[in-house]
């Protein structure tokens, strides 16, 4: 488990985040949504050490900042907004993914190259491994990413937006594919302001503004609140009602 109690965090000396206890389980999805700016992203740069913070973040039992940046890759895998187009094939890329797991007396062997395989093709890139990651569209590059942190084999999964750029078949293969990760005992953190998206696949969503978790619960229990709902996302959801439906729930004034 990834236990935050009373953390404080932002840029430049001026907390932005403040965050009183929030617990981010494995076996799990947990979604954190909200509005742009809401400091979502701030939640998941603090969670991974990438900004300064007050307060208290263990990782599993120990304090996040006792582990060793290789340890610390081993348990928690990030994925950033921002992805660039790097010059180099996309199997190297997805290979990266495992230096967490090599040194100079363990360069990369057959085990690395299997991890890598499966991440591949758990994200539909098999075709495109020889092709330069530069030359792939915005929803591609985003898979060539994410098949590099499932290749990681983390405990723990931190995506920042990771569908943003996806079209609709392959939202559905990341949805699939995040339940699986999380039924294999791995702790799925999605950042989103897609909220039809984010209760679909979710155990539990927390709803953030100004910095803030104003509520959190399962689907079902936020849900059930419309009017907290439409107080910090400026909208609510209510159940799809169809079995055909795409999303569980959509979007309601």
């Given amino acids: 488990m990834i236990l935050l109690e009373n953390v404080t965090a932002g840029h430049a000396g001026s907390p932005y985040l403040h965050v009183d206890r929030l617990e981010l389980l494995p076996g799990r999805i947990t979604t954190i949504a909200g509005k742009n700016g809401s400091g979502k992203s701030t939640l998941l740069k603090t969670v991974c050490a990438l900004l300064p ?4 973040i263990t990782v599993d ?15 928690i895998a990030y994925l950033p907004q921002s992805l660039p187009p790097v010059q180099m094939k996309v199997s190297s890329l997805v290979l990266h993914g495992r230096y967490s797991r090599t040194s100079f007396s363990r360069p990369w062997d057959a085990g690395d190259r299997e991890a890598v395989h499966h991440a591949m093709e758990r994200m539909d890139l098999a075709h495109l491994a020889d092709r330069s990651v530069e030359t792939l569209s915005g929803g591609e590059r985003t898979r060539a990413y994410l098949a590099m942190v499932i290749a990681q084999e ?18 559905q293969l990341l949805s699939d594919d995040l339940r699986k990760l999380a039924d294999e005992g791995r702790g799925i953190i999605i950042s ?48 799809s009602g169809q079995a055909e439906s795409l999303y569980k729930y959509q979007l309601s004034r």
């Fill in 53 to 56: 913070s007050a307060g208290r």
């Fill in 61 to 75: 039992g120990t304090d996040l900042r006792a582990y060793s940046h290789q340890d610390r890759a081993r348990k």
């Fill in 154 to 171: 983390s405990d723990y999964l931190l995506l920042d937006e990771p569908a943003s750029d996806m079209d609709i078949p392959h939202q």
């Fill in 192 to 239: 989103s302001h897609d909220l039809p998206l984010s209760f679909t696949v979710s155990d539990t969503v927390c709803l953030m503004k100004s910095g803030h978790i104003g509520a959190a619960g399962t689907p079902e229990e936020l849900a059930g609140k419309p009017d907290l709902m439409r107080e910090i996302t400026g909208a609510c959801l209510i159940p």
